[in-house]
């Protein structure tokens, strides 16, 4: 497996894009420094139980490395259990506390984005919407706020929701300025099982960011690009002509597969 210095041959790509770090790996393991000796700009992922047990100085510590080295940031809100349009009080309580432990990061980080996650599925939810509604833009126009503070965009990823429609309803309801919708490739192909055409017939006034990686149809594998069934040629050219600028983040889950991702976007001039 390549590792390379901060002379890497995809240095001019590497500026361009941010590539997801979970938070709980850059105290614990290598993956720091990775992204320092490689120029790397991370989306620093916020999973996992790392804002209910690390102190604030933790989390300080490593905002400062990248800042020291003029290494921007995005962040990825938690969204593992977490219910922001949920039914029950008492688990939605719980998802407000996480989520705001998240949103008061942003002074920490000073991020370019923060991606956060609807919680919407399907199966659930279809049949409440109003009431899955209601709950959601009451969980988000606070943290919208504290955004809009920061001076901070809030990015709604797509996730296991199979049409649009959703997004486009709570975005037209909170009507904010530091809001925008996160494309993420892998999600639609594993999830939607769609292509990305009917996505942004909706959505692409409020496109902001993209999270990049792939997959074979069957299941969320996080692949490089080029791997798996994603037509990121005809995607990218499709914002070229729409003269669309979104955020750039790649989402690997190996090392292999980030040098992969950007070998094939040096191959194929994708941005």
């Not at 938690?78 to 922001?84: A, M, R, T």
Request: aromatic content about 12%; glycine content about 6%.
């Amino acid at each position: 497996m390549a590792t390379f210095s901060s002379a890497h041959p995809y240095s001019q790509i590497t500026a361009k894009c941010f590539i997801n770090a979970p938070f709980e790996r850059l105290v614990n393991d290598s993956l720091l420094k990775l992204f320092i000796d490689n120029g790397l700009q991370p989306e620093i992922g916020l999973e996992g139980d790392c804002l209910w047990n690390l102190p604030h100085k933790e989390f300080q510590k490593i905002a400062e490395i990248f800042q020291k080295h003029d290494l921007q940031c995005t962040l990825h809100a938690p969204f593992f259990d977490l219910v922001p349009g949920g039914f029950d009080t008492h688990i939605v309580e719980i998802t407000r506390e996480k989520l705001g432990r998240a949103f008061a990061m942003l002074p920490v980080f000073q991020p370019v984005t923060i991606v956060c996650h609807l919680g919407f599925e399907e199966n659930k939810h279809r049949s409440k919407v109003d009431k899955w509604l209601t709950t959601a833009l009451k969980t988000w126009q606070p943290l919208l706020e504290i955004a809009d503070q920061a001076g901070v965009d809030v990015m709604f990823e797509n996730t296991y929701e199979i049409r649009p429609d959703i997004h486009k309803l709570l975005f037209e309801k909170l009507d904010a300025p530091h809001l925008g919708f996160c494309l993420d490739t892998g999600h639609l192909s594993a999830f939607a099982r769609t292509s990305w055409q009917p996505w942004m017939d909706d959505l692409a006034p409020w496109l902001g960011q993209l999270h990049l990686h792939d997959n074979d149809g069957s299941n969320d594998h996080h692949i490089a690009l080029g791997k798996g069934i994603f037509n990121f040629s005809d995607f990218f050219s499709f914002l070229s002509v729409q003269s669309l600028s979104p955020v750039l983040t790649l989402e690997p889950h190996t090392e292999e597969d980030l040098w992969e991702s950007l070998d094939y976007i040096q191959r194929t001039s994708l941005f």
